[in-house]
C-alpha cells in the first residue's frame, strides 16, 4: 500500500497553485482509456466546475516539459486535462468499478498525507521564524555588550591608567 501511495504521490503536479493528476494518470491508476475517462467527463461538465478539472494550454505542457524532461502523460493530439482532489473525488461517483473505488481511496490517502506533510512543514516554518526572531534579538543584545566592552578596551588603549610611583627615582 506504500509503494502505491508513494507511486500516486509522484504523479501528483502543482499547475496554477493548485496539486493535480493528469487525465492520461488517472486512466492508467483506474485502469480504463484516457478517452473513456475524459469522454465520461464531458457526458458530466456540470459536475466539474474550473476548481475540480481544468484543461492545460499549450504553453503549460511546453513549461511541464521543459521542465521534467519527457513527460508522463505522453504526446497526445489533445491538450490534456488535470483534476484536482475535488475532482477525483468527483469522479469516483461516475467510475463505478471496484477498481475505481479502491484506486480513490488511495488517491484521497495520498492527498491527506500531501496536506499533513504541508501543515507540519508550515509549524516547522513557523518555529524557524521564531528562533529567527530570537537569535537576531540575542545579536542585537550582546552586540551592543561586545561594543561597550571594545569601547571600555580602546579608552584603556588610548589612555593608560596613571599609576603611582612607587620607590625611588634617580631625580630624588
Given at each position: 500500500?506504500?509503494?502505491?501511495?508513494?507511486?500516486?504521490?509522484?504523479?501528483?503536479?502543482?499547475?496554477?497553485?493548485?496539486?493535480?493528476?493528469?487525465?492520461?494518470?488517472?486512466?492508467?491508476?483506474?485502469?480504463?482509456?484516457?478517452?473513456?475517462?475524459?469522454?465520461?467527463?464531458?457526458?458530466?461538465?456540470?459536475?466539474?466546475?474550473?476548481?475540480?478539472?481544468?484543461?492545460l494550454t499549450k504553453s503549460e505542457i511546453t513549461d511541464l516539459r521543459?521542465?521534467?524532461?519527457?513527460?508522463?502523460?505522453?504526446?497526445?493530439?489533445?491538450?490534456?486535462?488535470?483534476?484536482?482532489?475535488?475532482?477525483?473525488?468527483?469522479?469516483?461517483?461516475?467510475?463505478?468499478?471496484?477498481?475505481?473505488?479502491?484506486?480513490?481511496?488511495?488517491?484521497?490517502?495520498?492527498?491527506?498525507?500531501?496536506?499533513?506533510?504541508?501543515?507540519?512543514?508550515?509549524?516547522?516554518?513557523?518555529?524557524?521564524?521564531?528562533?529567527?526572531?530570537?537569535?537576531?534579538?540575542?545579536?542585537?543584545?550582546?552586540?551592543?555588550?561586545?561594543?561597550?566592552?571594545?569601547?571600555?578596551?580602546?579608552?584603556?588603549?588610548?589612555?593608560?591608567?596613571?599609576?603611582?610611583?612607587?620607590?625611588?627615582?634617580?631625580?630624588?
Amino acid at each position: 500500500m506504500a509503494n502505491k501511495l508513494a507511486q500516486i504521490q509522484n504523479m501528483i503536479y502543482e499547475i496554477r497553485g493548485q496539486k493535480v493528476l493528469f487525465d492520461s494518470d488517472l486512466a492508467t491508476l483506474y485502469q480504463v482509456e484516457t478517452k473513456y475517462l475524459n469522454r465520461t467527463v464531458k457526458r458530466n461538465l456540470s459536475r466539474f466546475p474550473a476548481d475540480f478539472m481544468f484543461q492545460l494550454t499549450k504553453s503549460e505542457i511546453t513549461d511541464l516539459r521543459c521542465q521534467f524532461g519527457t513527460s508522463s502523460w505522453g504526446g497526445s493530439r489533445y491538450l490534456p486535462y488535470v483534476f484536482t482532489e475535488q475532482g477525483i473525488a468527483m469522479l469516483s461517483g461516475l467510475l463505478n468499478s471496484e477498481i475505481a473505488i479502491k484506486v480513490n481511496i488511495q488517491i484521497m490517502r495520498t492527498f491527506v498525507q500531501l496536506r499533513h506533510y504541508v501543515l507540519a512543514k508550515s509549524d516547522t516554518n513557523e518555529q524557524i521564524a521564531e528562533l529567527r526572531k530570537l537569535l537576531m534579538l540575542y545579536i542585537e543584545k550582546n552586540d551592543k555588550r561586545v561594543n561597550d566592552i571594545i569601547v571600555a578596551l580602546n579608552n584603556l588603549i588610548e589612555q593608560p591608567p596613571k599609576t603611582k610611583k612607587i620607590g625611588f627615582s634617580a631625580s630624588d
